[in-house]
């Protein structure tokens, strides 16, 4: 089972930029799955952000579409999200996890996830 650490989150100003890190204890690809970001907003459920697979191919959420971008670093069994042009209610926790293809569900357990607070 992967375990992942994020990283990388803090207080920013909106029309800021972050950059999110998720350090996987081994890859997060394989046949069935895909690297991917959640969030999870105070009091509402957690909530698919964006994937990528092995081959490169990304999903956005319509809500970060333009602002976010996903990558990642396969040697590292790192992925990041760069978030670009805050909005206020990007205000969440942000976690990485693996996502199974077919389904566009997690699997295994979540880390602690990065707290991502953006005010105006």
């Known amino acids: 089972q992967v375990q992942q650490v994020e990283s990388g989150g803090g207080l920013v100003q909106t029309g800021g930029s972050l950059r999110l890190s998720c350090a996987a204890s081994?890859?997060?690809?394989?046949?069935?799955?895909?690297g991917g970001w959640y969030r999870q907003a105070p009091g509402k459920e957690r909530e698919l952000v964006t994937t990528i697979s092995n081959g490169g191919r990304t999903y956005y959420a319509d809500s970060v579409k333009g602002r976010f971008t996903i990558s990642r670093d396969n040697a590292k069994n790192t992925l990041y999200l760069q978030m670009n042009s805050l909005k206020p209610e990007d205000t969440a926790m942000y976690y990485c996890?693996?996502?199974?293809?077919?389904?566009?569900?997690?699997?295994?357990?979540w880390g602690q996830g990065t707290q991502v607070t953006v005010f105006s």
């Open positions: 081994r890859s997060i690809f394989s046949i069935n799955t895909m």
């Open positions: 996890a693996a996502v199974r293809i077919s389904t566009m569900t997690p699997v295994g357990s």
